[in-house]
């Protein structure tokens, strides 16, 4: 029986395209991609039906963690360091160039103005570490209310989002509340995590 | 698409001069591919697509010359929701002074069965949410949901306790 004779074919196939989708897609992803900002504190938020969304930037947060300390921190380098010089200015406290470029890329912190130049001198990985004693809210010594104030000034566009663990006890979210409305603050955000809606 | 024409077509070489080999230029693309789709693993997989969500509140403005003095509701449409400790609920409809308390929880069919009751039944139904010292964040939360869950427009969050109510809910 004569044989028949198949054609070897190359088993080549040309890269060129699948490359071609694969960087296409790594520009998109690396062009929408953002980095999350590092937390100081892990905070579980409750759960709501509420699907407003977060706006990406101009966002000052209070961060409330199970324990009840206060963080707070505002985004935006160049409003980090106007900030710190408004306060730097009321409470009298010279930072260096070095503690103010440490504090510009703060995401958020929790100690009081007094022991802050303290907590920027330290290295990074130290800041990570050590716990934070949190932002005093009382009514004789509030510094959340300066920090808020301060704020507004540095950048008036900040729209305000409590970040609080679900577990935080009551009294100090009543607390927040107080001081944002005593600095003439009326609107803002609660973060929660999505939850489906439940028919009723 | 990435190899050049290498083949000649036409022309010819000419005589005498001296033939040189051409090397394909087709290059071996798969290792790029690899790494394109390494990255864009990457990429995926830190990229945080959904921002978080919030829930918008609106506080009334406190006018220190009106101390005290808020906005009257007729007892008839209010319904007074206190939340107590270990995720309980203590609830009134009326005047906190003669009115029944109850006991209830965050469940669907506690609170949420309840409400949806009171809204059908009354019109314009005002909520009064008082979380007590003891209450946590989640209570509040919880709470709040329930009223855009059920769909009532008008709601406060109230933090003053008369002292009735603290008595009222201590037997309960």
Redesign the interface.
């Given at each position: 029986m004569p044989k028949v004779k198949v054609p070897r074919k190359s088993t080549n196939v040309?890269?060129?395209?699948?490359?071609d989708v694969?960087?296409l897609?790594?520009t998109f992803?690396?062009l929408?991609?953002?980095?999350?900002a590092d937390e100081p504190v892990v905070v579980q938020?409750?759960?709501?039906?509420?699907?407003?969304?977060?706006p990406?930037n101009n966002i000052m947060s209070i961060t409330?963690t199970k324990d009840g300390r206060v963080y707070y921190g505002v985004d935006g380098k160049y409003n980090r360091e106007k900030l710190l010089k408004k306060i730097s200015d009321k409470y009298k406290i010279q930072f260096t160039e070095d503690e103010t470029y440490a504090f510009s890329l703060t995401s958020a912190f929790g100690v009081p103005i007094q022991k802050l130049k303290l907590y920027l001198d330290l290295t990074p990985l130290e800041r990570q570490n050590i716990q934070q004693p949190g932002i005093p809210i009382d009514s004789t010594n509030n510094e959340l209310g300066d920090w808020i104030m301060q704020g507004r000034l540095a950048n008036p566009q900040y729209s305000i989002?409590i970040?609080?663990?679900?577990?935080?006890?009551?009294?100090v979210?009543?607390k927040v509340?107080a001081t944002?409305?005593?600095k003439?603050v009326?609107?803002?955000?609660?973060?929660?995590?999505?939850e489906a809606?439940?028919k009723? | 698409m990435a190899e050049l024409d290498t083949s000649q077509k036409g022309g010819g070489h000419k005589k005498g001069k001296k033939k040189t080999k051409k090397a394909s230029t087709r290059v071996d693309l798969t290792p790029m591919v690899d790494l394109g789709f390494l990255l864009v693993t990457f990429f995926m997989l830190t990229t945080t697509f959904s921002k978080p969500q919030t829930m918008e509140i609106n506080m009334p403005v406190k006018d220190p010359t009106e101390q005290g003095k808020g906005q009257d509701t007729k007892a008839s449409q209010t319904v007074t929701i206190i939340l107590g400790e270990n995720n309980k609920v203590f609830w009134f409809k009326g005047l906190p002074d003669t009115a029944n308390y109850s006991t209830t929880d965050y469940s669907a069919k506690g609170l949420r069965s309840i409400l949806v009751d009171m809204n059908k039944t009354t019109k314009d139904l005002v909520c009064i949410i008082k979380p007590t010292d003891k209450s946590n964040y989640r209570n509040v939360v919880d709470a709040l949901d329930e009223m855009s869950i059920i769909g009532i427009k008008r709601y406060a969050l109230v933090s003053d306790f008369i002292p009735i109510e603290t008595e009222k809910i201590k037997n309960l």
């Amino acid at each position: 029986m004569p044989k028949v004779k198949v054609p070897r074919k190359s088993t080549n196939v040309d890269m060129t395209a699948m490359c071609d989708v694969a960087f296409l897609l790594l520009t998109f992803f690396m062009l929408t991609t953002k980095f999350k900002a590092d937390e100081p504190v892990v905070v579980q938020t409750p759960k709501s039906i509420s699907e407003i969304k977060l706006p990406d930037n101009n966002i000052m947060s209070i961060t409330i963690t199970k324990d009840g300390r206060v963080y707070y921190g505002v985004d935006g380098k160049y409003n980090r360091e106007k900030l710190l010089k408004k306060i730097s200015d009321k409470y009298k406290i010279q930072f260096t160039e070095d503690e103010t470029y440490a504090f510009s890329l703060t995401s958020a912190f929790g100690v009081p103005i007094q022991k802050l130049k303290l907590y920027l001198d330290l290295t990074p990985l130290e800041r990570q570490n050590i716990q934070q004693p949190g932002i005093p809210i009382d009514s004789t010594n509030n510094e959340l209310g300066d920090w808020i104030m301060q704020g507004r000034l540095a950048n008036p566009q900040y729209s305000i989002a409590i970040r609080g663990d679900g577990d935080c006890p009551y009294p100090v979210i009543k607390k927040v509340i107080a001081t944002l409305q005593a600095k003439n603050v009326n609107k803002f955000n609660l973060i929660t995590n999505l939850e489906a809606k439940p028919k009723i | 698409m990435a190899e050049l024409d290498t083949s000649q077509k036409g022309g010819g070489h000419k005589k005498g001069k001296k033939k040189t080999k051409k090397a394909s230029t087709r290059v071996d693309l798969t290792p790029m591919v690899d790494l394109g789709f390494l990255l864009v693993t990457f990429f995926m997989l830190t990229t945080t697509f959904s921002k978080p969500q919030t829930m918008e509140i609106n506080m009334p403005v406190k006018d220190p010359t009106e101390q005290g003095k808020g906005q009257d509701t007729k007892a008839s449409q209010t319904v007074t929701i206190i939340l107590g400790e270990n995720n309980k609920v203590f609830w009134f409809k009326g005047l906190p002074d003669t009115a029944n308390y109850s006991t209830t929880d965050y469940s669907a069919k506690g609170l949420r069965s309840i409400l949806v009751d009171m809204n059908k039944t009354t019109k314009d139904l005002v909520c009064i949410i008082k979380p007590t010292d003891k209450s946590n964040y989640r209570n509040v939360v919880d709470a709040l949901d329930e009223m855009s869950i059920i769909g009532i427009k008008r709601y406060a969050l109230v933090s003053d306790f008369i002292p009735i109510e603290t008595e009222k809910i201590k037997n309960l």
